[in-house]
């Protein structure tokens, strides 16, 4: 199916969702990394990798941006 898109994510989780789901996160792991036996992720997983990330990237105090 080359040159078929999927529609467009309605929120950053689903888009996460979809990127897990294809594959995509696998380039970005190293290849000794096991590739089969995880669950699939929840949304509550995923809210909380997204709040992490957010607490994570969030300025610190008298740190500027």
Known sequence: MAGTTAPPAA???DELHALIAAGGYWRL???W???VGYALPTRAVL???ETGLMIE???LVGEKR
């Open 11 to 13: 929120t950053d989780a």
């Open 57 to 59: 990237c969030a300025p």
């Open 47 to 49: 809210r909380r990798v």
């Open 29 to 31: 792991a190293p290849d």
């Open 33 to 35: 990394l096991p590739r």
